[in-house]
């Protein structure tokens, strides 16, 4: 851990202040699920957590925010009149005790469903991910897995370089393809029936 001068006087600068909170902050292996919890409440951070460790996604960019804006609104005004709920990050979602992960989009079909906590979910219907440029494996491999682990029906992966969206469902403790759709196609939901998106007007938001 860091130390600084000491803080001296009714008045400490920024700098000591830093350094005092550093100080106070429990070293990366050695978090627990409380103090990920307390952290997280008080911050807008996307932060993630596994076994002790903070997991530091990257910072969102324009196009992220514009496809993951797109798919939210259409989402919104499909599940809205069906009694459904979605959200965008950051919404924490426990996996399992230990480890919390955040969704870009998440969703139940029931607004009343009893794994929607206020202080975080316990699970959903479906989860969505946009994946950014270093955060592919993150969203193809590990969050595959994580997603699977915490039981979650259905996982949407929206590939902007590729300008591909894979649509993932779990059978027994793990994802199959249900397709990998790309310009010109509609996307489907298996758990969402009915729902259905461009995937050229997703890559192509304004």
């Known amino acids: 851990m860091q130390t600084e001068t000491p803080i001296s006087g009714a008045r400490a600068t920024?700098?000591?202040m830093n350094a005092l909170v550093l100080d106070l902050l429990p070293e990366?292996?050695?978090w627990s699920e409380e103090a990920y919890l307390w952290l997280t409440d008080r911050t807008t951070r996307l932060l993630e957590f596994t076994d002790g460790y903070i997991e530091v996604p990257p910072m969102p960019t324009d196009q992220h925010q514009t496809i993951l804006l797109f798919l939210y609104e259409l989402l919104a005004a499909f599940l809205r009149p069906l009694g459904g709920k979605v959200l965008v990050a950051p919404l924490r979602v426990q996996i399992r005790n230990g480890k919390y992960r955040e969704p870009d989009i998440v969703l139940v079909r029931s607004a009343s469903d009893p794994r929607r906590q206020n202080?975080?979910?316990l699970g959903a219907d479906v989860?969505?991910?946009i994946i950014s440029e270093e955060g592919s494996e993150r969203d193809l491999v590990e969050k595959r897995a994580d997603y699977a682990?915490?039981?979650i029906p259905e996982y949407w992966i929206?590939?902007?370089q590729a300008e591909t969206i894979s649509v993932l469902v779990l059978q027994d403790s793990a994802y199959v393809e249900h397709s990998v759709f790309a310009r010109g196609a509609m996307a489907t939901s298996v758990v969402l029936e009915g729902f259905a998106v461009s995937v050229s007007a997703v890559f192509d938001a304004q």
Request: zero cysteines.
């Open 119 to 121: 202080r975080f979910w």
């Open 127 to 129: 989860v969505v991910e």
């Open 28 to 30: 990366q292996g050695q």
């Open 149 to 151: 682990e915490a039981g």
């Open 158 to 160: 929206i590939h902007p």
């Open 14 to 16: 920024q700098q000591q």
